[in-house]
């Protein structure tokens, strides 16, 4: 997909179809592919990816977390989602169990947001 020319026409398709997909590995693939891309100019990507932040999968937000710490997107929504995220535990709690399981889901995604909140200088 990032090799692909004329991305600014296909990410608004993955936003239409991909982002909101009842399949979760179907919604972690548009945030990739969107966070390949770099095309973070595209309009309706960060009203996307400020929604991710709040789906029902864990991963999905950890992905979502990511493509906010690479594009840099910032607003008081997007915020208040990483900061929801970072209240489930201590970064250092999170750090800890990464150590002990690389899969742990939760500590990965409360790790992201805190990379991503650093990020975009948010960090408290």
Known sequence: FAELPNQESVVPMLITHMFKHQNMDVRRIA??????????YVPGLKEAVTTSLKDPHPWVRYDAAWVVQDSKYSS??????????????????????????????????VQQAYSALAEIGELK
């Open 31 to 40: 945030l990739h592919a969107c966070l390949r891309s770099k095309a973070y």
């Open 76 to 109: 008081p929504e997007i915020i208040e989602n990483l900061t929801a995220i970072v209240r489930k535990m201590p970064k250092q709690e999170a750090d800890r169990r990464k150590e002990i399981s690389a899969s742990d889901v939760e500590a990965s995604e």
